[in-house]
């Protein structure tokens, strides 16, 4: 094993373990809270719909001989850049973000007391419901494609794991404006764990660093244009982990001293109403 690869390796399972460990953080908080005010549920709710997606999209890019196949025939006889690593990671984030969506949805075996922003927005609503529309659309198409027809240039099951994927990509882009606007509305990130998004910032960067190295090594960068949602799950989780620092250090920083009282009774005043319903 050269450098690079094993850079390659050590970048992927440390993007993992810093990824993972940002999970913990919220969950973690809220315990020790007892409450989840100040967040919403959408958020943690978007998380385990768009984590499971993912999850599918890694285990059968990883494990699938069929999705393999059909990928090597659009992509120049390369095989995907999906890691075990990958597959681990989906799964782990899938099971805590459902534990933590359990803390809105039914506080009472967690001891908390019902807090504002435990019902979904219309808006997440509808990209839950429009995500799954979507993916089933797909499927009645491929399973439409006569049987001897030619998956490198027909619809086959290869797309429908990129539609997968694309739902991922759909949540990671949307998932944390809620929380982001429930921020800024309340003037606090008072309840929100700046810990999940210090994790996050960091399992970004070397997420594309592995990304970009894999392909280097192979020769060919269809591994970032075959793999888009990984390249683009970094990207877009890094510029709002730096909004979300921007609230915590500079916009909001003495919030927690100066005005706790105060967002204290906003938020049980029942804030959810200022969600983006």
Not at 87 to 107: N, S
């Amino acid at each position: 094993m050269g450098f690079l690869e094993f850079l390659s390796a050590f970048f992927g399972w440390i993007y993992t373990l810093s990824w993972s460990l940002s999970f913990y953080s919220q969950p973690l908080l809220n315990i020790r809270r007892k409450s989840t005010s100040g967040t919403t549920v959408d958020f943690p709710f978007l998380n385990t719909v768009g984590f499971l997606a993912y999850l599918i999209y890694n285990t059968v890019f990883y494990s699938s001989p069929v999705i393999r196949h059909q990928y090597a025939l659009r992509n120049n006889d390369h095989t995907p850049t999906v890691a075990v690593n990958d597959v681990v990671f989906a799964a782990h984030a899938f099971v805590v973000c459902a534990v933590l969506t359990t803390q809105y949805f039914i506080p009472s075996i967690w001891g908390f007391e019902k807090a504002p922003g435990t019902r979904p927005s219309r808006l997440i609503l509808g990209v839950v419901t429009g995500s799954f529309i979507a993916v089933a659309i797909i499927i009645f198409v491929v399973v439409s494609v006569p049987l001897d027809a030619d998956p490198k240039t027909a619809w086959a099951w290869l797309d429908v794991v990129y539609t997968i994927s694309y739902v991922k990509l759909l949540i990671t882009v949307v998932k944390y404006a809620p929380q982001l606007m429930y921020n800024f509305r309340n003037r606090s990130t008072k309840g929100w764990s700046i810990w999940q998004i210090l994790l996050d910032f960091l399992g970004g960067i070397l997420s594309i660093a592995q990304l970009v190295m894999d392909s280097w090594l192979q020769g060919d960068w269809s591994g970032v244009t075959g793999n888009p949602v990984k390249f683009a799950l970094g990207n877009v989780s890094m510029l709002y982990d730096l909004v979300f620092m921007a609230q915590h250090y500079v916009l909001y920083r003495d919030d927690d001293k100066v005005k706790e009282g105060e967002v204290d009774s906003l938020l049980e005043r029942g804030e959810d109403r200022r969600r983006l319903d």
